[in-house]
């Protein structure tokens, strides 16, 4: 599977933002999906992950709450929603894929990576 990520742009705080990450193949089920981030000068970090029918779903702390993971299986697609966004979010967003296990938040894990979307949020 390949995975194209989408749907970044400039926005203001406060403002929603919804990303995609388009996966094409057939298998696109058999992957648990995760977000990423990379701010600049910084490492890359886990945002959220969904499993591989959607059933579960995990994020990081600081964004539980305001972002959302999601996908949709027959339209081979994942999301993530971001809401009430701040300066802090602006970064790079990665979507990932992998099928191993169920862990979501190592990167290491993820065997499968999209180009990556970027989010700039002013102040």
């Known amino acids: 599977v390949q995975l194209q990520a989408s749907g970044g742009g400039l926005v203001q705080a406060g403002d929603s933002l919804t990303l995609s990450c388009v996966a094409s193949?057939?298998?696109?089920?058999?992957?648990?999906i995760g977000w990423f981030r990379q701010a600049p000068g910084k490492e890359r970090v886990f945002v959220a992950g969904?499993?591989?029918?959607?059933?579960?779903?995990t994020y990081a702390e600081s964004m539980k709450g305001r972002f959302t993971i999601s996908r949709d299986n027959v339209k081979n697609t994942a999301y993530l929603q971001m809401r009430n966004l701040k300066p802090e979010d602006t970064a790079v967003y990665y979507c990932?894929?992998?099928?191993?296990?169920?862990?979501?938040?190592?990167?290491?894990?993820?065997?499968?990576w999209g180009q990556g979307t970027l989010v700039t949020v002013s102040s």
């Open positions: 990932a894929a992998h099928n191993v296990g169920f862990e979501f938040r190592r990167a290491s894990d993820y065997n499968i």
């Open positions: 193949g057939s298998t696109f089920n058999r992957y648990h």
């Open positions: 969904v499993s591989r029918q959607g059933g579960s779903t």
